[in-house]
């Protein structure tokens, strides 16, 4: 029910996301929508595909990988007894068991405070204005027509409403 993109909808959203996940969910829907879908943010949208990138990637990498290894329960006795770090699979596996945010930022405080503290948000929006900008599509006519004419229905409902709300009010 978060009603902009903020710390409520991404803890929100990404517990929703990761417990349908681990209960057999592949297919999520609703990115972008805010306050149970009554309002949409191209913002949220970016960070809903950003945590679902994650999911993903976690999904994909639950199970030990046989394929990946070979003889998978020998490879965990020796991480087990020597430690994971120094094993050649963990090298040669990495890039796979890693996720790689596009917007989440994964540097050390130094660098970050270097770059002049940047925030996720500027990051986001900045994409949002940069797919805008790029954007060329035209619907047609008709279809223009028919959803400007719903638009305009739309709104004169709305004002009906908001104008009987006030009456109500004050009676």
């Known amino acids: 029910m978060a009603k902009r993109p903020d710390a409520q909808a991404g803890a929100d959203k990404a517990a929703c996301l990761m417990t349908g996940a681990m209960l057999g969910a592949r297919r999520f829907s609703g990115a972008g929508a805010l306050s149970l879908d009554d309002a949409f943010s191209a913002e949220q949208l970016l960070l809903d595909c950003e945590m679902r990138d994650w999911a993903e990637r976690f999904i994909q990498r639950m199970e030990p990988g046989e394929a990946a290894l070979g003889d998978w329960l020998a490879e965990l006795r020796a991480g087990l007894e020597r430690g994971y770090i120094e ?15 596009r917007f989440f930022s994964r540097s050390a405080i130094a660098p970050w405070l270097e770059a002049g503290q940047p925030h996720l948000r500027d990051a986001m929006c900045a994409d949002v204005r940069r797919r805008i ?36 009010a004050l009676h």
Do not use: C, V
Not at 87 to 101: I, K, M, V
Not at 150 to 156: K, L, P
């Open 87 to 101: 094993r050649d699979a963990t090298l040669d596996h990495h890039q796979e068991y890693t996720w790689y945010p």
């Open 133 to 168: 900008a790029a954007h060329r599509y035209e619907l047609d006519e008709s279809r223009r027509r028919d959803i400007e004419r719903i638009y305009r229905q739309a709104e004169r409902h709305h004002l009906d409403g908001a104008h009987a709300s006030q009456r109500l």
